[in-house]
């Protein structure tokens, strides 16, 4: 977690400027749920739905930049 806040502090709180960071927790946090079932929690990673959404939105604006 403290990539992330260490690249927002960095660029002034512009989350586009922190995407790769951003994209690395989403990744571990669906590693995370993968191995211990959607009932798991953590801290650092947001509900499963809302985790799925975030992919799904992520995977949107990547096609759209290609």
């Avoid at 660029?11 to 790769?20: I, L, V």
């Avoid at 960071?21 to 669906?30: E, T």
């Amino acid at each position: 977690m403290c990539a992330i806040q260490d690249c927002l502090k960095r660029n002034t709180y512009k989350e586009d400027k922190c995407q790769g960071v951003i994209d690395a927790l989403y990744d571990c946090c669906q590693a995370f749920y993968d191995r211990n079932g959607e009932g798991a929690s953590a801290a650092s990673c947001p509900k499963p739905d809302l985790l799925k959404l975030k992919l799904k939105m992520r995977k949107r604006t990547e096609n759209k930049s290609q």
